[in-house]
Structure formats: C-alpha cells, structure tokens
C-alpha cells in the first residue's frame, strides 16, 4: 500500500509559477514510476508528467512541455512539478499517482495503482 499526499497548489497570477510537491509513503517508492495529472471542471483527467524510479526518464504532455519540470528525491519519497509561465488554462486539480508496473503506459490514468487527494491549481488572468 502507498499514500501519497500533495501540497503546494494554490492561486497564482497568469505567467506566476507554482511547485507542487507529493510526499509517499513506502520503502519501494524509489522504484516506481511517478505521474501527475490534472482535472478541470467538466473536463476529463488528463496526464500532464512522469518521471521513471531513476530520475533519468521523463515524459510531459505537449500543453505543458518547455514550462513545467517533474523531478524527484528518493531519499525524501517526494516527486515535484515545478510549473512556470502558468496559463488560466492550467487551473485543475493536480493529482500525483504511482505507477508499480514499469514505464510503458505511463500516459494512461488507468495504469496508475494509487493517487493521492489531489491540490487546486488557481489562474487568474
């Protein structure tokens, strides 16, 4: 069983950058694969980063590509996303998740096994 609990969102200015963190519990978090996605009202989930157990792989969904980063810190059990030159439409509720079956399909929702509560991302324009 893993928890993951995230911090860090919050209302920022359009252009204003945000770092959300997801602290897990679980001794094998090292070597999972971690992802964070997103929902917006009336809008369906969508994937928006993953990084692989290393750190040397990772994957962002084109909307966020060249302006958010996703890292991670084993020793702490923590991945970031660090999330510059935010848009209004990236306001969503960021939701991290682990992935304990490998890197192939880290874009599907479906793939992950556990998720955390989720953190509101506000953007005003």
């Known amino acids: 069983q893993v928890q993951l609990v995230e911090s860090g969102g919050g209302l920022v200015q359009a252009g204003g950058s945000l770092r959300l963190s997801c602290a897990a519990s679980?001794?094998?978090?090292?070597?999972?694969?971690m992802g964070w996605f997103r929902q917006a009202p009336g809008k369906e989930r969508e994937f928006v980063a993953a990084?692989?157990?290393?750190?040397?792989?990772?994957a962002y969904a084109d909307s966020v590509k060249g302006r958010f980063t996703i890292s991670r810190d084993n020793a702490k059990n923590t991945v970031y996303l660090q999330m510059n030159s935010l848009k209004p439409e990236d306001a969503a509720v960021y939701s991290c998740?682990?992935?304990?079956?490998?890197?192939?399909?880290?874009?599907?929702?479906?793939?992950?096994?556990?998720w955390g509560q989720g953190t509101q991302v506000t953007v005003s324009s």
């Open positions: 990084i692989n157990w290393s750190g040397g792989s990772t």
């Open positions: 679980g001794r094998t978090f090292s070597s999972y694969v």
């Open positions: 998740a682990v992935k304990n079956s490998g890197w192939y399909g880290y874009r599907l929702s479906s793939a992950y096994a556990y």
